[in-house]
């Protein structure tokens, strides 16, 4: 099917107010779209259907899915489309900027008094978007960061999201299984490597023994990577890819998901402090934001899963924006201020021509 036409038919599903997921798998060429055929508000526990999930944050062993069998499923190449690459820069909100900093402040305080090490910080931004046009935000998307997991994800009762994720939560195909350990940010700057400073390894650190200390019941085989540079878009970060053999029996797909979500990069360490610490003081909903998102068939243990990252909920002709960062000690409120205005930039350029 031509991208057109493509786009066509999930927009005119999208009208009738039905379920559909469409998605681009890293670096891939093609987007697949799957549209529910009725507006029931699937869910699954075992993750053994083909389907693709959508689970929060706040999971609890319970993800909404769009089954592949019953849906009409859609795929297309994506061309190499007129995209408008646009920036924008918004006005600044003393009130929300001088709000963030405090939590943030908050947070270095209790990394000092008390037994929490890493705490993920995050908020929302609004942005209106009065010229929502699907065929464009598709566009956008996919021509965006084309290294990312990108997708656009509709369900009455969760409304419209859509994201370009560089993070994978695991993918396996049976019998090895891989993930990675992604934390610590930086501007891409074009021909200039980064350099690491000690904060920003302990803190990538502190994700990869978590990952795999909570694997090792699970795998039977577990390599590491050594950290290097992982490019995302306008943004670089710290990665460890790690690799391993399932162990039989154990090693299902809902249990593989409970153990690495949500891993420190998202939430922080030890997890449940700092779980605690976020639902109580983050003072507002993550809802999906930092929740996992993809492709499973939990009967041949297949799975390709990403953590929703760089993405934002559309609601009307209003675009919430969600972005977050780790704080350790040594974290400063300004720049982590800094840090969170520039992950905006991926879905600024993708709502951009709308503005
Ligand atoms: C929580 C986010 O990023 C995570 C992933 C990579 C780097 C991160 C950091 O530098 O803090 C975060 O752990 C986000 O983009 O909203």
């Given at each position: 099917?031509i991208?057109p036409?493509f786009?066509l038919?999930?927009?005119?599903?999208?009208q009738?107010n039905?379920p559909?997921v469409l998605?681009?798998?890293p670096?891939?060429n093609r987007?697949?779209?799957?549209l529910?055929q009725?507006?029931?508000?699937?869910s699954t526990?075992d993750f053994?259907?083909?389907?693709f999930?959508?689970a929060?944050f706040d999971?609890?062993?319970?993800?909404?899915?769009?089954l592949k069998?019953t849906?009409?499923?859609?795929?297309s190449?994506?061309?190499?489309?007129f995209t408008?690459?646009?920036?924008?820069t918004l006005n600044?909100?003393?009130?929300?900027?001088?709000?963030?900093k405090d939590?943030i402040?908050?947070?270095?305080?209790?990394i000092?008094?008390k037994?929490v090490?890493k705490?993920v910080?995050s908020?929302r931004?609004?942005v209106s978007?009065?010229?929502?046009n699907?065929e464009?935000?598709?566009n956008?998307?996919?021509?965006?960061?084309?290294?990312?997991?990108?997708?656009?994800?509709?369900?009455?009762?969760t409304g419209?999201?859509?994201?370009?994720?560089?993070?994978?939560?695991f993918?396996c195909d049976?019998?090895?299984f891989?993930?990675m350990?992604?934390a610590?940010?930086?501007k891409?700057?074009?021909?200039?490597?980064p350099?690491?400073s000690y904060?920003e390894?302990?803190?990538q650190?502190l994700v990869t023994?978590?990952i795999?200390?909570?694997l090792?019941?699970?795998?039977?085989v577990?390599k590491?990577?050594?950290?290097?540079?992982?490019?995302a878009g306008s943004?670089v970060?710290?990665?460890?890819?790690?690799q391993g053999?399932?162990k039989?029996?154990?090693?299902?797909i809902?249990?593989i998901?409970?153990?690495?979500h949500?891993t420190p990069?998202?939430?922080?360490?030890?997890?449940?402090l700092?779980?605690?610490i976020l639902?109580k003081n983050?003072g507002?909903?993550?809802?999906?934001?930092?929740?996992?998102l993809g492709t499973?068939?939990?009967?041949?243990?297949?799975?390709?899963?990403?953590?929703?990252?760089?993405?934002m909920?559309?609601q009307?002709?209003?675009?919430?924006?969600y972005?977050?960062?780790g704080?350790i000690?040594?974290?400063e409120p300004?720049?982590?201020w800094?840090?969170t205005e520039?992950?905006m930039?991926?879905?600024l350029?993708?709502?951009?021509?709308m503005?």
């Amino acid at each position: 099917m031509i991208l057109p036409q493509f786009i066509l038919s999930v927009e005119k599903h999208w009208q009738k107010n039905l379920p559909f997921v469409l998605f681009s798998q890293p670096n891939d060429n093609r987007v697949t779209a799957y549209l529910q055929q009725d507006a029931v508000a699937y869910s699954t526990k075992d993750f053994s259907e083909e389907s693709f999930v959508f689970a929060p944050f706040d999971y609890k062993e319970e993800a909404l899915c769009i089954l592949k069998d019953t849906a009409t499923v859609l795929e297309s190449n994506i061309a190499v489309q007129f995209t408008t690459q646009k920036t924008i820069t918004l006005n600044s909100d003393p009130v929300e900027e001088q709000r963030y900093k405090d939590f943030i402040q908050n947070i270095i305080d209790s990394i000092s008094t008390k037994s929490v090490v890493k705490v993920v910080a995050s908020r929302r931004k609004a942005v209106s978007i009065p010229n929502i046009n699907f065929e464009l935000l598709v566009n956008e998307l996919l021509n965006t960061n084309l290294s990312a997991f990108r997708y656009i994800w509709y369900h009455p009762n969760t409304g419209l999201w859509c994201g370009a994720t560089p993070e994978v939560l695991f993918s396996c195909d049976g019998i090895s299984f891989s993930t990675m350990a992604l934390a610590a940010t930086q501007k891409n700057i074009e021909n200039k490597t980064p350099v690491w400073s000690y904060k920003e390894q302990f803190e990538q650190q502190l994700v990869t023994d978590s990952i795999v200390t909570n694997l090792q019941r699970l795998t039977s085989v577990l390599k590491t990577s050594r950290p290097k540079s992982h490019v995302a878009g306008s943004l670089v970060h710290l990665k460890t890819d790690i690799q391993g053999v399932l162990k039989n029996g154990r090693s299902t797909i809902p249990n593989i998901a409970s153990v690495l979500h949500p891993t420190p990069a998202v939430c922080g360490s030890p997890t449940k402090l700092a779980k605690s610490i976020l639902l109580k003081n983050e003072g507002y909903d993550r809802e999906y934001y930092t929740g996992f998102l993809g492709t499973v068939n939990g009967k041949k243990k297949l799975a390709s899963l990403f953590v929703n990252l760089r993405c934002m909920k559309i609601q009307d002709t209003t675009a919430y924006i969600y972005v977050g960062g780790g704080i350790i000690q040594g974290s400063e409120p300004e720049a982590e201020w800094e840090e969170t205005e520039n992950k905006m930039a991926t879905m600024l350029s993708v709502i951009a021509p709308m503005v």
